[in-house]
């Protein structure tokens, strides 16, 4: 059987009639067996992101020889043995819920099993990381850490602030995740996680995605090379079992990445984010050679499966339960 591969951040169009099926095609091609889909960020509302969650759902399950909506972790079994592609939801920021930490529970129920605590910039519940003042988890925000684990949502500090993470994942009972962030110590911005987070994360049970994206990576044409640098830097410090994958990688095409980047209320000028051609994201073709690059180092097999997607099963098993809305899309 072929290693259980999940990619933990994939950004599909979400404009009205985009074609989900086709998105995905590069990581079908890739064999890719689980993929976690965004339906909400920055200034979005909970209203976009219901539109979304439904055009996603629809055409998910217009596909049943393709798809299959992963819910409960019985449903990776199916993944794998069916040869589908699994595919669930998250949502980055917790912006959208405005002041109605209930209002998770609706996202839960409807696929979504992550959601970012902010992003880039602070809202009710905790600061992003490009603000220069984090008080941390506001009164709101440790509701929303408890709702969450009360009903089996992840927890992802992501675009989150420093204080604000660290504030997650000491009251959190599950583990958490940095979805798709990279360690700070190789690439100095302020998206990325410095040593002491990702440590504090590991002590959750957590696993931390390491994306591919250049502003990230510190590497103007990255490559599968570049992304093994920051796996390996954090499995030597954290542990194998603690590192997974969330490229962040943009199914859209470099006007609509512009677009999207522009409003500096979420995108700040000064930190790389001004030129949206320089920008550049791997797609799923690194798997296979990252997983080269890991078994000439060393690794065993045990810890690039684990890298490749088991790290992030094992999170799910630990956190998701039954949804009230289960049954399949």
């Known amino acids: 059987m072929k290693p259980f591969t999940w990619d ?3 950004a599909a169009p979400r404009r009205p009639g985009s074609d989900l099926y086709a998105a995905l095609a590069e990581y079908r091609d890739a064999g890719i067996s689980m993929v976690t889909v965004n339906v909400s960020d920055a200034g979005y509302t909970l209203e976009q992101a219901m ?7 629809a055409q998910i399950a217009a596909k049943p020889e393709a798809f299959l909506f992963v819910q409960e972790p019985g449903d990776f079994e199916h993944v794998q043995s069916d040869a589908r592609m699994g595919i ?21 129920d409807l696929g979504v099993r992550w959601m970012a605590m902010a992003y880039n910039r602070t809202n009710a519940f905790g600061a992003g990381c490009h603000e220069t003042i984090d008080e941390g ?38 583990p958490c995740i940095f979805s798709h962030s990279n360690p700070r110590a190789l690439a100095d911005h302020s998206r990325n996680v410095p040593d002491e987070l990702m440590k504090a994360l590991a002590q959750t049970g957590g696993v931390m995605g390491i994306n591919a994206v250049n502003l990230f990576l510190g590497a103007t044409r990255p490559t599968a090379d570049d992304v093994f640098r920051h796996v390996d830097y954090a499995v030597n410090l954290i542990g194998a079992e603690h590192v997974g994958l969330g490229l962040d990688h943009c199914v ?56 490749l997607g088991e790290n992030f099963r094992r999170v799910a098993r630990e956190v998701w339960k039954p949804s009230l809305l289960s049954s399949r899309a």
């Open 8 to 10: 933990m951040h994939v």
């Open 51 to 57: 539109r979304t969650i439904s055009s996603f759902r």
């Open 88 to 108: 669930c939801f998250d949502v980055e920021g917790a912006l959208l819920l405005g002041e109605q930490v209930d209002a998770v529970r609706l996202l839960y």
């Open 137 to 174: 988890l506001t009164p709101l925000g440790r509701a929303l850490v408890k709702t969450m684990d009360e009903i089996g949502m992840i927890k992802c500090c992501s675009h989150t602030g420093y204080r604000t993470a660290r504030d997650v994942f000491e009251m959190s009972t599950r």
């Open 252 to 307: 859209e095409t470099a006007h609509d990445l512009a677009e999207y980047i522009s409003d500096k209320a979420f995108w700040p000028s000064g930190n790389g984010y001004d030129d949206a051609a320089s920008i550049v994201i791997l797609g799923p073709e690194i798997f296979a050679p990252l997983s080269d690059r890991m078994r000439a180092a060393g690794y065993p097999e045990e810890s690039i499966r684990g890298v």
